[in-house]
């Protein structure tokens, strides 16, 4: 079953922050975001394990709460190159399964 | 190093046509994984292979579909008498182990049309 990701879309300036939410009915072994840019291969930002650790990438980071299968996405700062579509995809078995993606706009 | 790389990037093809969908994964890596993109979706899974076994098919969506990697490196994914519902991107991704965590990393894709 796909994990359900919110909000759909947030346009923001440069320098604002965002958040991406993404939930499972299921439990999960990993979290894995990516971002996809129009026309291109979804590039991988960052995965996270059971154990409800954060990590970060550059000023991007994330939660997992497995307890409550969520995850959360933290775009700190953003600029004009965090523009594209985020997923989150969660991990049972090795296969991943996608949410249909937050799309992020930011502007100058 | 290289990425890994799909061939052809765009492919349109006539209704009841065959097609064949190549992948390059990351040289070494075990695993390589197969997904079909609709338009505003999310990659959905097809089927996975670690090495040259396909251990999981149940995303294919029916027996036209078929894949294979026979050396345990490059792989095809074959599309027989192709319907409009096929049209989309097919990502190939791989990774270097064979288990749960590990991170997959995705080819551009090709685009497929069936007209």
């Known amino acids: 079953q796909q994990p359900v990701q919110s909000p759909q879309a947030v346009i923001l300036r440069e320098g604002e922050d965002a958040v991406i939410n993404c939930s499972s009915s299921?439990?999960?072994?990993?979290v894995h975001w990516y971002r996809q840019k129009h026309g291109e291969a979804p590039v991988f930002l960052m995965i996270?394990?059971?154990?409800?650790e954060q990590k970060g990438h550059e000023k991007i980071s994330a939660s997992f709460n497995e307890k409550k299968q969520q995850s959360s996405l933290y775009l700190t700062a953003s600029q004009l190159s965090y523009s594209g579509t985020y997923f989150c995809?969660?991990?049972?078995?090795?296969?991943?399964?996608f949410g249909a993606g937050t799309t992020v706009t930011v502007r100058a | 190093g290289a990425g890994v790389s799909q061939s052809p990037r765009y492919k349109v093809a006539k209704r009841g046509q065959d097609v064949a969908l190549r992948c390059d994964p990351i040289?070494?890596?075990?695993?390589l994984f197969w997904y079909q993109q609709a338009l505003g979706q999310g990659p959905e899974f097809l089927t996975y292979?670690?090495?040259?076994?396909?251990?999981?098919k149940s995303g294919l969506p029916s027996d036209r579909f078929f894949a294979e990697r026979p050396e345990g490196s490059v792989s095809t994914l074959k599309i027989q008498r192709t319907q409009q519902e096929d049209s989309a991107v097919y990502l190939c991704?791989?990774?270097?182990?064979?288990?749960?965590?590990?991170?997959?990393?995705f080819g551009p894709g090709t685009r497929l049309t069936v007209l």
């Open positions: 991704a791989s990774s270097p182990g064979g288990g749960t965590g590990d991170t997959q990393y």
């Open positions: 299921k439990a999960l072994y990993s």
């Open positions: 996270l394990l059971k154990g409800g």
């Open positions: 995809g969660t991990e049972t078995d090795y296969k991943l399964s």
């Open positions: 040289s070494g890596h075990v695993s």
């Open positions: 292979f670690q090495n040259e076994a396909q251990l999981d």
